[in-house]
């Protein structure tokens, strides 16, 4: 899942970048002229969201070095005895 909402933050992203900028080669305009508070809003969510994003990643790593570290292969070897 936070790989899932990392690449849903990346989408949004950019997306972004093309409101912000506009993309002439797609004749795509730039919005945020029009729109300045709108993107203000849009860049800090997306800001807040890509900090939930690296919290949420980091939170799966500490997770699975628990996991593995309770079910490592090194304690199958010795069954108990």
């Known amino acids: ?10 989408a949004a992203a950019q997306s972004a970048v093309f409101a912000k900028f506009g993309q002439t080669q797609l004749q ?5 002229n029009m729109y300045g508070k709108f993107c203000n809003q849009v860049g800090e969510g997306i800001t807040v969201a890509l900090l ?5 990643v ?3 790593c500490i997770s699975a070095f628990g996991v593995f570290r309770l079910y490592g292969g090194n304690k199958s070897k010795n069954f108990g005895w």
Do not use: F, K, R
Not at 28 to 32: A, D, K, L, R, T
């Open 52 to 56: 939930v994003c690296i919290i949420m």
């Open 1 to 10: 899942m936070a790989y899932l909402n990392v690449a849903a933050v990346g």
């Open 58 to 60: 980091v939170q799966s």
């Open 28 to 32: 795509w305009m730039v919005i945020c």
